[in-house]
């Protein structure tokens, strides 16, 4: 069975300094990951997704993260953050067999202080 | 074009009754997925559709939760009997079915059980 740990519930950031956003996971065969993102009465969105191609995974909105095998991690990070991006953030890892079956973190909720 | 859309956005409904909620996929899309949300909790698999295959109902938490998908179209989420644990927000998704295919998600159902 897989298994995804978010280690922070809620990140304060000031505008304009750098975001990160800790995941580690679990699994018994290669996952795929994901970070989608949920804004206050919206839905969810996907970010970014990591298929085991390249290990730094570029996404929407200038959010990345990097597939760490030997670390079991799955970091979110932006260099600058804006007041735009608060919001819900979830760590997902998805099931032996690609889509179905999404494990979904507790998420992090992401604060902006101007 | 149109997403994932869901119906009611909300619901209030009494202990022991019966609720349905309903989800209509993008169009094209051939998996199905349902999910549940607690109030400050990430999402809990339920159901899994794909095209005319059994469906995957290992995610359901008790046997007063079904689904139904229509073909390859509409969902229908009931719960029988509601308890006060079943107050969420339901989600539903759905995607392409082949590969490492993005879920969209709808903007949910809020489900409050008084």
């Known amino acids: 069975a897989q298994s995804v740990t978010q280690l922070d519930s809620h990140v304060s950031v000031s505008e304009g300094t750098p975001v990160l956003l800790r995941c580690n996971y679990s699994?018994?065969?290669?996952?795929?990951l994901f970070w989608y993102v949920q804004h206050p009465n919206k839905g969810l969105q996907l970010l970014l997704k990591?298929?085991?191609?390249?290990?730094l995974v570029k996404g929407i909105n200038g959010f990345e993260a990097e597939f760490k095998k030997s670390e079991t991690s799955f970091h979110l990070t932006k260099p600058s953050a804006h007041m735009s991006d608060a919001a819900e953030y979830f760590c997902?890892?998805?099931?032996?067999?690609?889509?179905?079956?999404?494990?979904f973190g507790t998420g992090t909720r992401l604060t902006i202080i101007p | 074009g149109a997403g994932v859309s869901q119906s009611p956005s909300n619901k209030v409904t009494e202990k022991g009754k019966d609720v349905e909620l309903r989800c209509d996929p993008i169009?094209?899309?051939?998996?199905l997925y349902w999910y549940r949300q607690r109030l400050g909790q990430g999402l809990e698999f339920l159901i899994y559709?794909?095209?005319?295959?059994?469906?995957?109902k290992s995610g359901l938490p008790s046997d007063r939760f079904s689904a139904e998908r229509t073909g390859e179209s509409v969902s229908t989420l009931t719960i029988q009997r509601t308890q006060q644990e079943d107050s969420a927000v339901y989600l539903c998704?759905?995607?392409?079915?082949?590969?490492?295919?993005?879920?969209?998600f709808g903007p949910g159902t809020r489900l409050t059980v008084t």
């Open positions: 998704a759905s995607s392409y079915r082949d590969g490492l295919r993005e879920q969209y």
């Open positions: 699994s018994s065969y290669s996952p795929s």
């Open positions: 990591y298929t085991s191609a390249a290990t």
């Open positions: 997902v890892v998805s099931g032996p067999f690609g889509n179905e079956k999404l494990t």
């Open positions: 169009s094209g899309h051939t998996a």
């Open positions: 559709f794909q095209g005319n295959s059994a469906p995957d």
